[in-house]
């Protein structure tokens, strides 16, 4: 009894001494790092990503700056580029998570052109995990961020113009073959065939073997005004458990976070299943709940164990994610539950 109550008191301490200095989930064990990200922009994200890890960096770090590069470009999904709400404004969700549980978040936030920035500076400066809307606009400003001008990209401004006419919104669906009308989260289809990609999540493992994840989007094009999905929700569009791996997720926002999709992939692997199955298990979990329905929406999650095996799984085809390691650059297809 003596000792079991000793146990449980030296454990207790320990854990919370742990907790207070948020280390206790770091490892030192050297290692090859490698980084993945959702879509075909993850090719030049990475890039940034690898620069970082190949030179002994964070993962941390080369998940911030891997993802800033798609945040930066022109495209529908991702940074102030990307289509507007319904009412013709841009607002991003991004969010991080180090190899320490520390995680830090932004939603709906306007005019800054980096929210995965914001969102590690909410981790580090702040007492909080996610800042929202006009607070977290009010404390980019306050370090230092420029607030950019209030104007759509050219690509948007048409998009969104062609939206307006029919002003239709439905349901929102993703990378489904058949669709004509652009729904909320209508990323379209290119003319090489391939589908331009939605929000970038990257996760990465350092040469120390510590794990990190990003995730940024613009959310869904043409979206109610005030809404967020799964991208800047811990737990949903992304989860970082340096002692079992991490996942990312990409698709219909509503139907991860109703699964706490990308802790319950980390959690399949804590259980034992390979990044891939554990991918595939939570899909499988997001058909059941959504029957007839999920034929007719996209959710990809996208996931790395701590020996840094890689695997993803989607509901539809469509799905690629990009892969960088010592010795290979490519892009990957995502296998799926439909064919
Ligand atoms: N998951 C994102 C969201 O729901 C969108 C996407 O990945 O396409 O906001």
Known sequence: MYNRRKFI???????????????HAATTSARSPIVISTWD??????????????NKGRALDAVEKGVMVTEDSLNCCVGLGANPDRDGYVTLDACIMDEAFNCGAVAFLERIKHPVSVARKVMEKTPHVMLVGEGAQQFALAEGFLLEPQQLSEGAREAYAEW????????PRINVENKKEHGPFAPAKLSNGEWNHDTIGMLAMDAMGNLSGSCTTSGAGFKMRGRVGDSPIIGAG???????GACVATGQGEDVIRVAGASAVVEAMRSGKSPEAACRSVIERVI???????KNIQVAFLAI????????????PGFNYALRTNSEEKLITGKSFFK
């Open 9 to 23: 008191q030296t454990t207790a301490l320990g854990i919370s001494a742990a907790l207070a200095n948020n280390t």
């Open 41 to 54: 922009a993850g090719l030049e994200a990475n890039k940034a990503a690898w620069t970082i890890l190949s």
């Open 164 to 171: 307006l006419k029919k002003s239709n919104y439905h349901s």
């Open 238 to 244: 992304l989860y970082v458990d340096n002692q079992v």
């Open 288 to 294: 059941r709940i959504k029957k007839e329905a999920a």
């Open 305 to 316: 164990d701590k020996n840094g095996n890689t695997g993803a799984f989607a509901i539809h």
